[in-house]
């Protein structure tokens, strides 16, 4: 079993930056993909980035190339989503999910578990 929990969230203005943290125990050595997925006020989830666990391919939703930054540490076990330019539109809660398998990194339901959430709210 697999315990992960998300932080970092808060009420930010635009154009601000926020790193999220994920930290993850118990038998993580099944961990082969490490995820972000995030979820709108009446929007389904939506796969946001991913991280393989025991390599270094990462892979990111269009819509956040460019602002979003998956990285991880190793000996704290911690994944990490640098967020820098919030928009409005990045406001949701966000989720870290783990999985055993890369190839289906983009689908919410291959992901074997979840932490509760951690909200990013954006003001205009």
């Known amino acids: 079993q697999v315990q992960l929990v998300e932080s970092g969230g808060g009420l930010v203005q635009a154009g601000a930056s926020l790193r999220l943290s994920c930290a993850a125990s118990?038998?993580?050595?099944?961990?082969?993909?490490m995820g972000w997925f995030r979820q709108a006020p009446g929007k389904e989830r939506e796969f946001v980035a991913a991280?393989?666990?025991?390599?270094?391919?990462?892979d990111y939703a269009d819509s956040v190339k460019g602002r979003f930054t998956i990285s991880r540490d190793n000996a704290k076990n911690t994944l990490y989503l640098q967020i820098n330019t919030l928009k409005p539109e990045d406001t949701a809660v966000y989720y870290c999910?783990?999985?055993?398998?890369?190839?289906?990194?983009?689908?919410?339901?291959?992901?074997?578990?979840w932490g509760r959430g951690t909200q990013v709210t954006v003001s205009s």
């Open positions: 999910a783990a999985g055993t398998n890369w190839a289906s990194r983009l689908r919410d339901l291959d992901y074997n578990y």
């Open positions: 118990g038998g993580t050595y099944t961990i082969r993909v």
């Open positions: 991280f393989a666990w025991r390599g270094t391919s990462t």
